[in-house]
């Protein structure tokens, strides 16, 4: 006998109706109303909206970078986003320079394996194509793993960014390929200078990490990288954590052409702002020092447009903590030493729902298709993860609507000392969650087994609305 979440209202991407939802083992068997009760547990929905659970696909667990290791691993990491209402992320593996992509792949499974709470899977991000080129044919062997976008960085001199033509060349592989480019778009060369030239003028506080990254920095990179992926013969590509208004109008003009580009932005961008966050006294704002850096509020709403209006197709989180007192502090004598990266696992949902749909900036079925839906099909994961419908996953939410929560450190599940959230009052949450099947999440309390998230292997995936 089954699970039947009764009396609620499921919502996807395209309708809101009311149907019961009958779980028999790790799979929705039926969703339709007036399922009958019979031998079935039952759980009472009434007045609960019944959701597919949240798919972040841009996180960093138990990732080396600046000089120290993101804070949650993959057990921390994958409990707070399931708390939170995630059960699906994507995880970068790092290709080391000098070093195939092979190597990133089995480092990335050792992390995870026996540590994750919820399925996963990994992106590769290439930093090294071999010698003559040599491991471009890794892109075709991480493809037949499982492993079906590549991200670069255009950012991170001397630490993770790669040249136009290596840009070029992964493209024309993943073009070929149908893969997908994911794009950290900076111009980390001009970056570069302006950082050396803020330091020589004495400017080595948090506020400067913002201020040395000019949205126009953001805005060229995506307008290169476009042309790049035009070149290569119109290569999928998805521009990851978009920061502005600048930036995000370079997607929508490659859209409009009609090339197959899409983006996202994250939590931060959306509700956190450098006027509001940014110039705190001490130390305090290295707290919000992630990449790209938080923006001037008025670049809000253009945002929360460009999600509603699907220029943007996903909001995820970029979720790479690092704890302040020993972490953040490692850049208390210059900016530049600060561990680059934020929390934000736990919150996407809460936050993107009350912020989006209870402000009236996006609808329900909006709010499902870019926390769910939509990056399910983009990365290749659609009808598995994504929807509440027969023969998929029973990856899903039973959210209150009501429910009123406020985000506090204090009794966060990240690993870290404070939220780039705190204080922030939200009303709408998860009451329960099944991943798999399987209730993980009761009233915020995570009740599944360490190590029990699989790894996804992929398919090729959908261009959103091209
Ligand atoms: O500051 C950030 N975003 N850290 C993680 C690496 C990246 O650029 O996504
Ligand atoms: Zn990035
Ligand atoms: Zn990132």
């Not at 929905?45 to 120290?68: E, N, Q, R, S």
């Not at 996202?264 to 919000?288: H, N, R, W």
């Not at 709010?367 to 290749?380: H, L, S």
């Amino acid at each position: 006998m089954g699970t039947l979440i009764k009396g609620g209202k499921v919502v996807s991407a395209r309708e809101t109706r009311l149907a019961d939802v009958l779980i028999e083992g790790e799979k929705i068997a039926r969703v339709a109303p007036g399922i009958e009760a019979a031998g079935h547990t039952v759980v009472d929905a009434k007045g609960m909206l019944v959701l597919p659970g949240g798919i972040d696909v841009h996180t960093h667990l138990d990732m080396p970078f600046g000089g120290t290791v993101s804070a949650d691993d993959y057990e921390w990491g994958t409990r707070a986003a399931a708390i939170g209402g995630t059960t699906t992320v994507i995880d970068f593996a790092l290709q080391s320079m000098g070093k195939p992509m092979m190597e990133a792949f089995k480092t990335w499974r050792a992390k995870s394996e026996g540590k994750a709470c919820i399925d996963y899977g990994l992106h590769m991000a290439v930093t090294d194509l071999g010698p003559n080129d040599a491991w471009l044919d890794d892109v075709d062997e991480m493809v037949r793993l499982g492993i079906t976008s590549f991200k670069i960085f255009m950012a991170y001199p001397n630490v993770l960014m790669v040249n136009d033509a290596t840009i070029f060349k992964l493209m024309q592989r993943t073009q070929k390929l149908g893969a997908l480019v994911c794009v950290h778009a900076e111009n980390g060369t001009v970056i570069d200078v302006i950082v050396q030239q803020a330091l020589a003028a004495g400017h080595t506080g948090p506020l400067y990490h913002a201020l040395t990254r000019p949205v126009t920095a953001e805005a060229e990179a995506v307008h290169r990288v476009v042309a790049l992926s035009e070149l290569a013969g119109g290569a999928n590509t998805y521009i990851v954590h978009v920061s502005c208004e600048e930036a995000m109008r370079e997607v929508e003009a490659a859209r409009r052409r009609g090339l197959p580009v899409m983006g996202e932005t994250c939590t931060q961008y959306l509700v956190l702002s450098i006027e509001d966050d940014m110039g705190k006294p001490g130390f305090e704002d290295a707290k919000y020092v992630f990449t790209p850096p938080l923006r001037e509020k008025k670049n809000q709403a253009p945002l929360w447009s460009a999600v509603k209006d699907d220029v943007l197709q996903v909001v995820s989180t970029d979720h790479c903590p690092f704890r302040f007192k020993d972490q953040k502090t490692l850049g208390l004598e210059a900016f530049t030493k600060i561990p680059n990266g934020g929390p934000g696992i736990e919150n996407r949902m809460q936050l993107v729902y009350h912020h989006g749909v209870n402000a009236g900036r996006i609808s329900l079925e909006r709010f499902v298709e870019v926390t769910a839906e939509a990056p399910a099909k983009i990365f290749g994961m659609f009808p598995k993860k994504g929807i509440v419908a027969a023969g998929s996953d029973a990856d899903i939410l039973v959210w209150d609507p009501e429910a009123k929560y406020t985000i506090t450190a204090a009794t966060q599940s990240m690993h870290t000392d404070y939220s780039i959230f705190e204080g922030f009052e939200v009303k709408g949450n998860a009451q329960q969650v099944f991943s798999r099947g399987e209730l993980v999440v009761q009233g915020g309390k995570f009740l599944g087994r360490v190590g029990r998230g699989q790894y996804l292997h992929r398919g090729l995936g959908e261009v959103a609305g091209g």
